[in-house]
């Protein structure tokens, strides 16, 4: 029997405010255990929480990029449990009346793993979300030898919970969809989105059901991913340990799982909770809100979104759809081929060095494009040196390797001090051509036989009689003409 999984995300993002949901600490990674703790994100008796107005306008904006409807009102909950990283014994969230419903996140070709990129069951695929609702982080809870320690640094920290639809049909699907996902707030600015760092978990919900059935199975969560490469190896093989259960006739209940990347298997951790069970009811400390108050602000936020930003790429400066998509997916280097492209003759030109050259450099050196030894405006002079004619291609990366090397001198100035400026006078060229038709009659004569490669042999001689100096575009046109009368 085939067996067909469905998938759904739970996305938190720690949003990148200065300051906590609910208090004026900082927010700071890397700070030592404890140090930005108050009374109010402590939990302490008698301590009023007062909302960051920049996390719900974040919180908007991240919906307007989604396609969310905003909600007119939005109010916050106390969910209620007990568990050692949450202070107050329950967390601010958002339940009936979240910030922003429906919407979705579009998964190009480019936002899928690379070995599946060819094989994409579904292009141009909107995966569906549910809601983003804004509530409170929790602690970060620290296992040592023989005890726990827990730091409160997090606690109370923003975070938006981006809830998909159950509509995601693979690994690869679920890949793309935190790709992209990841590429939009980048491109908003709301959150770093920093897996490593935290700013960004996933739980997985997934269950596998038969073939040709409507009614989905017995749905599973696998908490707290940190790396979307980890999202995808979790999901095949828990889909994978979900078929072999489900087929041997065992019955599957509905719980939470943890992932071992290192053993590559989840393990359980508890049984699953349900909604009621954390017995929601609104804040009494916290207003509900009105959006209205901060939506004009939040629209004239709106950026320039990746699938836009491709698009533009490809009518704007006539790079590939590829070239455009690689360009797009990351916004820094979008910058940077936008800055070198701007006073380009040919910023297709341009694309081809900062795609392979640069980006080649780079990945040598282990540098990132922020610190690229050559700037912006730099590749675009030496791009239109080579545009221009006056050095070729091979002088033209010899010319970038120093440049890369030697971080400041310009193009200009390496072409100088090496003497490499291409010879592109038309009389000095055809001086040269004289001399090399004469001095090869045997390839002149198969030339004029039909053999028309045999020009070559010709214009290798003028390149070696001008030391490499003169221009080959010239010279082919000088020797053309010449050998045509």
Known sequence: MNYVATIGLEVHVQLKTRSKMFCACPIEYGAPPNAHTCPVCLGLPGALPVM???????????????GCDIAPV?????????????????QISQYDLPICLGGGVPLHDMAYPKDAQKNIAHPDKVVHLTRIHLEEDVAKSQHFETSTGIDFNRAGSPLMEIVSEPEIDSPE????????????????????????KGQLRCDCN????PE???????????????????????????????????????????????????????????????????????DPDLLPVKTDAFMDDVRKRVPELPSQKRARFVSQYGVSSYDAGVLANDLALSRYFEQAASHAKKPKNVANWVLNDLQSALNNSEKAIEDSPISAESL????????????????????????????????????????????????????LCDQAIAGNPKAVAEYKSGKLQAINAIKGQVMKLSQGKANPTVVGEVLAKKLAL
């Open 74 to 90: 939005c109010k916050f909950d106390r969910k209620n449990y007990f568990y050692p990283d949450m202070p107050k014994n329950y």
């Open 212 to 282: 040709g059935e409507s009614q989905l199975g017995t749905k599973i969560e696998i908490k707290n991913m940190n790396s979307i490469s980890g999202v995808r190896r979790a999901l095949a093989y828990e889909i994978e340990r979900q078929i072999a259960a489900v087929s041997a006739g065992g019955k599957l209940q509905q719980e939470t799982r943890g992932w071992n990347d290192a053993s590559g298997q989840t393990f359980l951790m508890r049984t699953k909770e349900m909604a009621h069970d954390y017995r929601y009811f609104p």
């Open 52 to 66: 960051n107005e920049e996390a719900l306008r974040m919180t908007a904006l991240t919906g307007l990029m989604l």
């Open 206 to 209: 997934v269950s596998v059901r």
């Open 380 to 431: 675009d002079e030496l791009v239109n040196l080579i545009d221009d004619g006056k050095i070729n291609s091979s002088q033209g990366r010899e010319v970038f390797n120093e440049m890369f090397a030697h971080p400041g001198k310009s193009a200009a100035q390496i072409v100088e001090e090496r003497g490499m400026k291409q010879e592109s006078d038309l009389g000095a060229i055809e001086s």
């Open 173 to 196: 699907e679920a890949f793309a969809y935190l790709t992209s996902l990841k590429q939009i707030l980048l491109y908003g600015g709301v959150s770093d989105a920093d897996m490593e």
